[in-house]
């Protein structure tokens, strides 16, 4: 692990390189570790409670920036925009821009499936990379590293743009007089502890599909890869009355 192309990678040279190292170790690594050893040294080994500090900071940095940039926007039109931008399939996109499943402890069984590329797994990486920066530097620095690597997504994001992909597809299809997308399940892969979904969205004249770790966010990386279809080919034809 090269911990030195990360901090490149992210802008931020640590005081403590034990925290970026824990922050990049899946609990998959762990668990082949150290699993015949007590669950609290696996635990402290992994980065799954960091997933959980990082959230939270990441939610409060991005709750800031939306209500200094955007005085005149509604409560509802800011949640909106805070829930596009911490959601899943944003990370992910981040984190593989980063390029951070490369540099990613991971167990064997793990990463066989295709773990360095998931957008859950590198969605979590994310938060849990932010949740070291905090604990090595404090908020201003983890607050600093969030502006860099959401700058475009925050110049990006609107009320509108960010709605509930699900519904901003279906609200798409209706206004071609088309019926609402189907969801359906395809596959369900993986450990109890560890499932990964596969749901595909289909509607009039297409089909996409998505995968994570619910069904709830396979269904809405479905409906997001569906409005990029749909946007890459002109948009939907409408039905003539």
């Keep these: 692990m090269d911990l030195t192309k990360v901090e490149k990678l992210i802008g931020h040279t640590f005081r403590s390189a034990a925290l970026l190292e824990r922050a990049l170790t899946h609990r998959s690594w762990a668990h082949e570790k150290f699993g015949g050893d007590t669950e609290e040294k696996v635990r402290l080994s992994e980065n799954e409670s960091m997933e959980f500090l990082g959230d939270s900071v990441l939610g409060l940095a991005v709750a800031e920036h939306l209500f200094k940039k955007n005085p005149d926007v509604s409560e509802g ?15 992910g996109r981040i984190a593989a821009s980063l390029d951070l499943g490369r540099h990613l402890r991971m167990g064997r069984g793990e990463e066989k499936t295709g773990g360095r590329s998931k957008p859950a797994i590198l969605a979590d990486t994310l938060e849990a990379v932010i949740a070291a920066v905090f604990l090595d530097s404090g908020y201003v620095a983890a607050r600093s590293l969030i502006g860099r690597l959401f700058g475009d997504e925050f110049r990006l994001a609107t009320p509108k743009g960010s709605l509930d992909v699900k519904t901003l597809l279906q609200e798409t299809l209706q206004a071609a007089k088309l019926p609402a997308p189907e969801y359906s399940l395809v596959s369900t892969d993986g450990p109890p502890h560890d499932r990964l979904f596969r749901v595909a969205a289909v509607w009039e004249g297409g089909r996409s599909e998505g995968t994570g770790s619910s069904i709830k966010s396979a269904e809405m990386m479905a409906a997001d890869l569906a409005l990029k279809t749909l946007n890459k080919h002109g948009g939907v034809k409408r039905n003539v009355d």
Excluded: A, F, Y
Excluded at 78 to 89: G, N, Q, R
């Design 77 to 91: 039109g800011l949640t909106l925009m805070k829930h596009h931008l911490v959601s899943t399939p944003t990370l």
